[in-house]
């Protein structure tokens, strides 16, 4: 049993959930993600790491609100008690003094990226961070990553705040070398940024979250086309080469059970929660 | 053979045949995901064990993989001593309700018998499992244990191996934890074997049994990760037990092989077993099955695949197989099941290719005709392929069941342990030790893809060598 410590709104049906787990606090790195099952007829759901405190044995992940499952998990409230969580799964990133880092953060995946963002500086790096949602209501972290970063650039799609969409990247990438990109968002944006990274030959470690059910090795769901081998992400990332994934297939196999989902959620709703 | 069979009728001659097993009718059983073997009702089980000669050197006792004395058990069980019976089992077995329905005994116990030479051998498993279900329902008696001895034991993985090598540790009087990366325990038995071979009410039954032998099963624990065999053994713990099980699941490597609608056979098995997505959305597990399934491989994964997607709903289900049927290494028995449910078999044929539609959901398979070649090292004739002969298949479901390599979480995280060019973890002999002192290993983990019956072997072999082990160490 796992007790929720503290529940935050990171924005609308986003939010920030820090829970006991003593044994995944000591051993988790940056990168490394958990899996969580609520119930006995739960599914079992990956959620990227995005905090941990070893001394108060916590953890942290956030999550949007819109599956079944994390709906459900939007309910919880400080006290209540998560009954099975695995991990730390997956490999940690790689953080090394690379000399000049940019790290990309979009979505939800905003919460993890502030992690790397953290390890990255206190390995020595610059870190130059750049964060983006679809509108202004849904960034989060503005003030924090400013505060981790040395230099942050903001973006949403509809211009909403900051940049609009991805296109300033290209000047950032221009007038600046970088020695590594991480990116980790929604795989279209990982998609977008890495074929930005290419022409430059920045090095670009992409973070995948493709459907997984058992995590650990398993299932063979998280089945993902890497520079033409196969590899799965629980065991083999979640972190790739940007420039060798397929996203394609990897926004395919992410489309799989849509409807399935889209009924699992609705039922849910309309059976009041 | 000197005593009188209690309960056989005067002098009668044995029967040749077995009592068949009561089963559901195909069918009803295609629809459904309940158990297709009822079990022998008493007075079946009495007729059936009444066949048995009682052999003073038997035969089958050598066939059994955890030299379970199936004379004496069949003995008790024809004098109505059932609570004995199964206790004669048990000394031997912890998990008979388990082994009774899955273990491949035409192989090996049933194999050898005496019976077999004239007629159908003694169905010993039915007879297990028959002793085993009537003691759910009646008393259920834990075995005796030996006085404490201070030692602790860490096994990695709640399976049929870990699960064995547990139960005979801590009746040997030592503390054991079991650390289970599932939420469940069972292992393959859960995640692996359909509801409709071997409930999971069993399994759990079983798991619950060796949870009052003493055992801690701590579940949601990934060694490899959430503590590593180095900082169990730093820890605390004076021995390690790796029945960690077979793990990623193989693909063939065929263009479109990450198209929608392909499941490796491990997925779609977790996802319908462990999951319950057979009852989705009332589980929140989804699993999507088209109209025309195929299953590639022909081994008990496959056939259980197969019989799983056709209570899924699917209208038709096809096994293709690269050899010949008499080749099939699936189970005379689940083969034969899978063939009355109307699952058919297309033999000598591989897939080639994926074809998708526009969406990315796989449209089409492409195969190509194999011929037999000469014997290759398993001693099977070689599958070669007849060239110019490719074929396309509509699909609209693809379930690949060729196999699976090891989990490799263990062996990355565990410096000095010495592993095969496969991955699998090398053992020194039967007693399952390992490079790394006090670390032994038992099951897929050691052997690859092989039996339940054959880990719990490994298991109990490694526990004996374990407690030798830890003897000699105190000492």
Known sequence: ?273 | MAEPLAEAKPKSKIRKESVPMPKQKPEVRRHNFNEVALGYTEEQALTEANRCLQCPQPKCVEGCPVEIDIPAFIKLLREKRFDEGIKKIKEKNSLPAICGRVCPQEDQCQKTCVMGKAGEPVSIGRLERFLADWEKQNNIQIAEKAPPTSKTVAVVGAGPAGLTAAAELVKLGHKVVIFEALHLPGGVLVYGIPEFRLPKRIVQNEADYVGKLGVDIRLSCLVGRTYTIPELLKNGYDAVFIGSGAGLPQFMGVPGENLGGIYSANEFLIRVNLMKSYDFPRYDTPIRIGKHVVVIGGGNVAMDSARSALRLGAEEVCIVYRRSREELPAREEEIANAEEEGIVCKFLAAPVRYIGDEKGWVKAMECICMELGQPDESGRRRPCRVEGSEFIMDVDTVIVAIGRTPNPIIQRTTEGLETTKWGTIVVKDESGKTSLEGVYAGGDIVTGEATVISAMGAGKKAARAIHEYLTKKSS
């Not at chain 1, 959930?17 to 606090?25: D, P, Q």
């Not at chain 1, 991990?87 to 990133?93: A, V």
């Not at chain 1, 600046?176 to 890495?194: H, I, L, N, T, Y």
């Open chain 1, 1 to 273: 049993m796992h007790k929720v410590v503290a529940v935050e709104e990171l924005a609308p049906k986003i939010k920030w959930m820090e829970v006991h787990a003593s044994e995944i606090a000591t051993k988790c790195r940056p990168g490394q993600f958990v899996m969580l099952v609520l119930g006995a007829k739960g599914e079992r759901v990956p959620l990227t790491i995005a905090g941990f405190d070893r001394k108060k044995g916590t953890i942290s992940f956030a999550f949007n609100e819109v599956g079944k499952t994390t709906k459900q998990l939007g309910l919880f409230k400080q006290g209540d008690s998560i009954e099975n969580l695995l991990g730390p799964l997956g490999n940690p990133s790689e953080i090394g003094k690379f000399g000049n880092v940019l790290c990309i953060g979009g979505g939800v995946m905003i919460a993890p990226m502030h992690l790397q963002v953290q390890a990255f500086r206190e390995a020595g790096n610059k870190v130059t961070t750049a964060i983006g949602a679809r509108i202004k209501d849904l960034l989060f972290f503005e003030d924090k990553m400013k505060a981790l970063s040395n230099k942050l650039y903001v973006a949403t799609d509809d211009g909403s705040q900051g940049y609009q969409g991805l296109g300033f990247l290209n000047d950032v990438l221009e007038t600046e070398k970088f020695d590594r990109c991480v990116a980790m968002g929604p795989v279209v944006m990982m998609k977008q940024v890495s074929e930005m990274t290419k022409p430059f030959g920045i090095p670009t470690i992409v973070t995948l979250t493709p459907i997984m059910v058992d995590g650990m090795g398993m299932c063979g769901c998280c089945r993902v086309n890497v520079g033409g081998q196969m590899k799965f992400a629980c065991v083999d990332g979640p972190e790739f080469n940007g420039h060798l994934v397929d996203f394609e297939e990897l926004v395919n196999r992410q489309r799989v059970f849509m409807p399935e989902e889209r009924l699992s959620s609705l039922l849910w709703e309309k059976s009041g929660g």
